[in-house]
């Protein structure tokens, strides 16, 4: 009896203490609701009052007060920050300020965007001085570089070192064909260097000269122009050489008649092959001679000048002669790039024999890649007759998880059998890590580019298996981009849940039913084109999730008679994003009679492109020939992925397929 009323007792005080814990959680859960919808009210009011900042600014300071403990408060102070120096006319008022928000938040996007913002703005003003103190070391913008260079000379009237100048343009995408010095506002800002007289000019010609040599070789003519303006008088002859093979590859064989042999000469004999082969490989084939019998060469330096050429003889007729003399420079080469090159060519012109001797001419190790074994699977069936090598190798290929295992499996006629990694369920305490609190509000705002900085440094340096609970963690919390992020970044491919999370499913469903595209085709493209990152921007402006290009969105817009008001901005609402990209792939879907491979390839490279190289196979091709011979290397993988994440999402949603239709498969290309 006494021991039941103890255990009694004792029964009653843990259900206290149960209770007692319960409502204190519930409690505490409901604060916190109230906390957090609390700062985002008053978040939303600062950005609201920031609009007007001047007129605003006592109702902006007393809510950034209370939203000291926000996670997002960084994100304000830089956005009030950008609000200050836009209205502060003194801007050296400012650079404190600056410099202390980039030092505390040097792990903050934000930071890096404030840097770039106020160093451009302080080369626009032209404050030198200014632009010194605030930036000792010259920065990598393209806007800015020759600025800071012209800003130091000007202060400080010392001789400049325009070697990391130089390097700088050298080793970035500073002089690329939409850049720095083609850009006709960036190019007066760099034309500022040349008002520099020479006796500034620190850097010795004998460099001036190499790095000249070096743009040669990057066949970058605009830093050419510009670092023949940095050679002084006596160098004139030099640079006149240059403009006029620059100008006149066909100069060459004139200026071999006197040349000496040094490193600078061997690169304007390969700079003016480099530009005469793409549109006369003929007159390339017959100058190598005429060149070198005036200067002398190195065997491995005459090879390289050969593999120029033929590398511009894969798109175009040649005669037999020409031909022969193609392949043998090839036999003779050890460019992987090249080889592969001939390969894909064999594979356009449907040559099997060729095809073989340029596989086994690649170094064993490359011939072990999956593209290549599965056409010397191909060579062994057609050519020797020889099935069971020929399977044993589509056997191998089907233990991996490729486009070519895929393809392996429907070759053999067997189902793919497809490899997916039991889920971790992420620990409760990830929810608590101040960047996971911190992303959290910045997906609420759909900053997605903030977080997914933010995520990026949470995966830095962190163990597989966290990283594996972070990718898990990030497909619940339907945080799709970084979802796929962490996959990539962890490498856990068989994660397919987190690596290829149904996103949007409903509206996929949606704006698919009824049309000739299939739901989880839509999601493929978006998810190869996008990574499911709804805001993300291409450098050629296509948005959104299905990166709709301006072309394709008024196509769209005409073809089936949309009347609503949209605009591309509008295109970064996934809805909308959805509903245009899925008219826009049906309509191509049909035009090319209902054919993934040809739609996928269209959807990436245009209609034309399409229509041009099958003009070229004519119907010679099958569908892996057609697909391996596409001379874009991003369209071709494009495709490929295109057609594996079909698969892959065909096999998650209980609808395992071929990873080719029948009549994609049977269809001669």
Known sequence: MIVYKKRKIWQVKNLCKYLILFYFTTVTN??????ISQQRDDYKQIKIALKNYNKNLPVINKLLHKLKDYSLYPYLQ??????????EKNLTLMQKPVINFIKEHSDLKVSHLLSYYFTELLVTKHRWKDLMYFSPKAPKTAKCVCDWYYAKWSIEKKPIHFEDLIKNLLNSNLVSKKNLLNNKKNSNNCDKLFLIPHKYIATPPSVIIEYIRLAMKKNNHTLINYLIKLLPSDYKNTAN???KIKNNPLFITDFVKTAKSTPFNLQLINYSIVNLSPKHADLAIEKIPIILSHYKMENSDIQSLKEIVANNMMDREFTSKQKIWRDSVIINSK???LIEKRIRLSLKQNNIKDLKIFIEHLPYNMQAKEEWQYWKSYVLLVLNNNKIESDKILYN???????????????????????QSKTI?????ISKIKKIIRINELMYWNKYCFAKFEWNKLLTNKSNRFQTMLASYANKQQWWHLSVETTIQAKIWNNLKERFPLAWNELYKKYTKGKNITKNYAMAISRQESGWDPYVKSANNAVGLMQIKNIAFTDTMQICHIKQSLTMQKLFNPENNIWVGTNYLEHIFKLVGKNRVLASAAYNAGLSKINQWRRVTAGKLDVVAFIESIPFKETRQYVKNVLLYN????????????????LEWNHSY
């Open 335 to 337: 460019s992987v790039s």
């Open 397 to 419: 290929l089907m233990k991996k998880n490729s486009f070519y295992s895929l393809i392996a499996a429907q070759k053999l006629g067997i189902s793919y059998q497809f490899k």
């Open 78 to 87: 830089y956005d009030i920050l950008m609000e200050k120096i836009k209205n």
């Open 647 to 662: 698969a892959y999402y065909n096999y998650l949603t209980g609808k395992p397929e071929n990873i080719l239709t029948p």
């Open 425 to 429: 369920e992420p620990d409760p305490s």
């Open 241 to 243: 050489t240059v403009l």
């Open 30 to 35: 409901i604060l916190y609701a109230d906390s």
